[in-house]
């Protein structure tokens, strides 16, 4: 399993970092660098944007439900849920085999018959997958996304939060699936959008 242990692990890495240049931009935003900002607004615009796309794209790829029980195991989505389904609970303490429980509890599909919920924070994230994200939701597009937002709105520390808990999740289980510890979680260069912005500084210091 070690293969797809490390796809799910790169998908949370991925969204991780993303979310970190994020935050980051905006903090950037906010503080030193607004001028710099506001000579290139639709650019940012767009880049704000991507980053926050990409970290919530990444998030319902690891997020997802999707099973396709008349494919073939190996042809089928491979994701965060499916993943600690595979744990052998034979295998484990009875400790263990709790905290498996509760994992699956967290990640499980909606099922309102059989009253099944998962996390509220992962179910508004496949909300917006739904609606959002991967469909535009013929009510959202009549009501407009403002309405949508209200309804549902996915703060920060929100994202932030299902993504350590997914870090949380997947390093649990770790050794069952034959990856090794330490699990990568920012890009190692993440530093470096200070270089693009402490360029444009000097470079609208040598325009004046």
Not at 8 to 20: R, W
Not at 61 to 71: A, E, K, L
Not at 96 to 123: C, T
């Amino acid at each position: 399993m070690n293969i797809k242990f490390k796809w799910v692990a790169d998908d949370l890495a991925i969204a991780n970092t993303s979310f970190y240049f994020y935050k980051k931009l905006v903090d950037a935003q906010r503080q030193g660098f607004r001028m710099e900002f506001r000579k290139s607004q639709e650019f940012w615009g767009y880049t704000f944007r991507a980053h926050l796309q990409t970290t919530l794209f990444y998030l319902c790829r690891v997020y997802d439900t999707y099973r396709d029980r008349d494919r073939r195991k190996d042809q089928d989505a491979f994701h965060l849920l499916r993943l600690v389904e595979e744990i052998d609970e034979s295998m484990l303490s009875d400790e263990e085999r709790i905290q498996r429980q509760a994992d699956l509890k967290f990640l499980q599909k909606e099922n309102m018959a059989k009253k099944k919920f998962p996390d509220p924070r992962v179910a508004k994230l496949r909300k917006w997958r739904n609606n959002f994200l991967s469909h535009s939701n013929e009510e959202l597009v009549l009501s407009g996304l403002n309405a949508f937002l209200k309804q549902s709105p996915f703060t920060p520390e929100e994202i932030q939060q299902l993504i350590d808990q997914g870090f949380s999740i997947i390093e649990r289980w770790a050794l069952q699936c034959g990856a090794r510890l330490p699990i990568t979680k920012l890009a190692q260069e993440r530093e470096d959008y200070l270089f693009v912005l402490e360029s444009l500084r000097l470079g609208l210091r040598q325009q004046k």
